[in-house]
């Protein structure tokens, strides 16, 4: 009898320890399980949290954009109001010093010049330029003559490249294949990578111009030592002549060997008073840059006004911008 109550015994100690370990299996199971979840449920916290700050950030920054944008459209608006009141008021100009000493007002017109004018929308500073595109040339107009002028200003002096760019650039707008010595046709353009073929008629965009053989980026845009075609040539410029209010500062280095100084004071003068005439400025230019200046530029306006206006950050640089093209009729 003793055999069989110690088999009895040694069985059920057996069945027991099955049950602690099936009993801790589970547990471990669960506790395995409840770490899955939890890490789980954090990682889903931390997506919900991230996606809402990017949310929150995203909201922020439409938020600023959308000010800064109405902000920029206000800038414009003011341009316009000012350049309608010079429009309506600019014969007054003639008489300015007279109207100022009988009124003992500033005649405050805002004329179209290279140089932005100032003011305050709530607390941001904003430039506004007011620009006639008689200030630039026009691009799908300019001759062969004045085009290796503008050419030279840009550092591309006589030679293959800048017969290149010429030839490359009448080969651009004609509608035929005929190739211009050192220029471009469709054979050229189809075994560059990415191949495309040229336009075969009139520039529609200055920045077109980085498709035609021989303009880079620095030529078009210039550098802080030269100007660039960008400072003379426009798609709306129209005549052969810049007009000397609104050209660049830059485009009178096509006046070759003039004094960084005589630039100066020309700029210096525009902007206190509207340049009605070239004959005013020949107290401030040496006589033989003179004629050249009325080689290249004149005072005309075409009607077709660029206005733009700019954020001014704390340092006084020009931030985001916003243009817009009118003429004298607002449309």
């Known amino acids: 009898m003793g055999g069989p109550q110690i088999t009895s015994q040694t069985s059920g100690g057996g069945r027991q320890n099955t049950c602690d370990a099936a009993r801790q299996q589970g547990q471990g199971f669960i506790l395995i399980a409840v770490l899955w979840i939890t890490a789980l449920l954090a990682l889903f916290a931390l997506y919900y949290s991230s996606s809402a700050r990017v949310q929150g950030l995203q909201a922020l920054n439409t938020e600023k954009w959308l000010t800064q944008l109405s902000i920029l459209q206000s ?25 100022e000493t009988m009124s003992g007002q500033e005649l405050d ?48 002096h006589e030679g293959v490249r800048q017969t290149t760019v010429v030839n490359s650039l009448l080969d651009w707008t004609d509608a035929d294949d005929m190739h211009r010595m050192e220029g471009a046709e469709e054979d050229y353009y189809l075994s560059l990578d990415p191949p495309y073929v040229p336009k075969n008629s009139a520039i529609q965009s200055i920045e077109e111009l980085l498709l035609i053989k021989g ?43 003039i004094p960084e100084q005589t630039v100066e004071d020309i700029i ?59 003429n004298q009729s607002g449309s």
Request: aromatic share 8%; charged share 25%.
């Open 109 to 156: 017109l805002k004329y179209p010049r290279q140089e932005p004018y100032m003011t305050s929308i709530g607390n941001q500073t904003v430039a506004v330029q007011i620009i006639d595109l008689s200030g630039k040339m026009g691009v799908n107009t300019v001759d062969e003559e004045r085009m290796r002028d503008i050419l030279s200003a840009c550092g591309l």
């Open 75 to 99: 800038g414009l608006d003011w341009g316009y109001h000012e350049y309608r009141k010079y429009a309506a008021n600019k014969d007054l100009l003639q008489s300015q010093e007279q109207l």
């Open 268 to 326: 210096a003068f525009r902007r206190n008073e509207q340049v009605d005439d070239l004959a005013d400025l020949t107290d401030i230019v040496p006589q033989r840059y003179f004629t050249e200046l009325q080689g290249y530029f004149t005072v005309s306006q075409s009607g077709k006004i660029e206005i733009t206006a700019s954020m001014v950050t704390k340092e006084g640089e020009l931030g985001q911008s916003l243009t817009k093209i009118i």
């Open 215 to 257: 303009i880079d980026r620095e030529l078009l845009e210039g550098t802080s030592e030269k100007p660039g075609l960008k400072d003379f040539l426009a798609v709306n410029g129209e005549q052969a002549k810049m007009d000397i209010n609104s050209a660049s500062a830059s485009s009178f280095y096509i006046i070759e060997g």
